[in-house]
């Protein structure tokens, strides 16, 4: 098969990219296939107009510049000029969600079903734009685009049991695929020890909770914890969404502070800060944007083999039969939360992962995620024939 995907953005700010696609488009080309993918860079302008090539992947970024509409055509050049079998469309937004309605548009110029379209979904979008309170013409574009785009494709991959359920209720003729996030290799987890155990790491964007919950839990944590620092990476999915945040725990004076906001943290040094870890966080409400995810900080943590406690919301229960992760119910006060924390860290700072626990059945590798989009894409075009 010829397979594209069409990415909203590059491999930059956001994690979609080269935490998800990159390793289901690598698998895939492994098993065979020939794969492209094409991003627009705009989180990453300097790699606009390159090649990179990725594990036999083809990963176009395109030239930025001249708008929205001539950039998604020059993603759409870069995929029709490929002649693929699925174009499959990495949320339906923006100029992914453009290149959506472009194929869809060919399609039915030239009278045919080629190529087939699969939209694949790792949040629910709408969930993740509070900051577009202030522009409501674009707040219900969006929503609309991503709609529209659930109802104008050939199959659905996602990536949580709630979007699987979500996406049914608005078209139950679409064919899914519930296909959540994975590890590389479950084999590397346990293989990083931490050097700072008295260290919290918090990867977050800013929405999953409140900074009156974590200006609780902080306190708390403080007190049963006195030494205890906590690390915040990082961007806000809207600007200015962790302001709150730094003037919650920040101290007047930075050099006394006992919190550490790094910003945004590239992949590589990611692995880093896990390392100056004892334990992460992933504390979250009971809401559609914690509901529709399936939480890469957690695989990360997983994968590592670190200590994580985390809210039961969602698909992070997912992860509650290893021994690594600790939960508590989304009605868990912050003091609550920082009182298992400070347990957490006592018990032990480094999670060895129990023979008992076949990690591979919680947490499925993409090779075996691989296999099943693959099935998922000849079923797609058997039916389409």
């Known amino acids: 098969m010829r397979i594209v995907f069409a990415c909203p953005f590059g491999l930059g700010l956001k994690a979609t990219v080269w935490a998800r696609i990159l390793p289901l488009a690598a698998q895939l080309a492994r098993r065979g296939h020939q794969v492209r993918v094409v991003v627009p860079p705009w989180d990453t302008p300097a790699e606009a107009d390159s090649l990179l090539l990725y594990r036999n992947v083809d990963v176009y970024r395109v030239a930025v510049n001249g708008g929205l509409l001539p950039t998604a055509i020059?993603?759409?050049?870069?995929?029709?000029?490929?002649?693929?079998?699925?174009?499959?469309?990495?949320?339906?937004?923006?100029?992914?969600g453009i290149s959506q309605f472009l194929t869809c548009l060919q399609r039915s110029l030239i009278r045919q079903r080629k190529p087939l379209i699969v939209l694949d979904l790792d949040d629910w979008e709408q969930a993740w734009t509070p900051g577009l309170a202030a522009n409501p013409i674009l707040a219900r574009f969006l929503a609309w685009q991503e709609e529209w785009g659930l109802r104008h494709c050939d199959g659905l991959s996602v990536a949580s049991q709630w979007l699987w359920h979500r996406a049914g209720h608005m078209?139950?003729?679409?064919?899914?695929?519930?296909?959540?996030?994975?590890?590389?290799?479950?084999?590397?987890?346990?293989?990083v020890t931490p050097t700072e155990s008295a260290s919290i790491l918090w990867v977050t964007r800013f929405v999953e909770v409140s900074p009156t919950w974590v200006r609780r839990f902080w306190a708390h944590a403080k007190e049963l914890m006195p030494q205890c620092r906590l690390i915040i990476a990082g961007v806000p999915v809207e600007l200015g969404l962790d302001a709150a945040f730094k003037t919650t725990l920040l101290a007047k004076d930075p050099s006394e502070s006992d919190v550490e906001f790094r910003g945004h943290v590239t992949y590589p040094k990611l692995q880093e800060l896990y390392a100056r870890s004892g334990c992460t966080i992933a504390p979250a409400r009971e809401e559609a944007a914690s509901l529709a995810k399936c939480s890469v900080k957690l695989l990360d943590s997983v994968r590592?083999?670190?200590?994580?406690?985390?809210?039961?919301?969602?698909?992070?229960?997912?992860?509650?039969?290893?021994?690594?992760?600790?939960?508590?119910?989304?009605?868990?006060?912050?003091?609550?939360f920082a009182e298992t924390v400070?347990?957490?860290?006592?018990?032990?700072?480094?999670?060895?992962?129990?023979a008992s626990v076949t990690a591979e059945r919680v947490v499925p590798d993409w090779t075996s995620l691989s296999l099943k989009l693959e099935q998922f894409y000849q079923a797609l075009l058997v039916k389409g024939l």
């Open 342 to 354: 400070a347990l957490t860290l006592r018990e032990c700072t480094t999670a060895l992962m129990s």
């Open 171 to 191: 078209d139950p003729s679409v064919p899914r695929l519930y296909l959540p996030n994975g590890i590389e290799n479950a084999v590397q987890m346990g293989n």
């Open 304 to 336: 590592y083999g670190f200590r994580c406690v985390a809210s039961a919301v969602g698909e992070q229960v997912r992860f509650a039969p290893l021994p690594s992760a600790v939960f508590l119910g989304p009605e868990a006060t912050p003091e609550q």
């Open 74 to 96: 020059r993603m759409q050049w870069r995929i029709q000029e490929f002649q693929p079998d699925i174009v499959h469309v990495v949320k339906p937004r923006a100029y992914a």
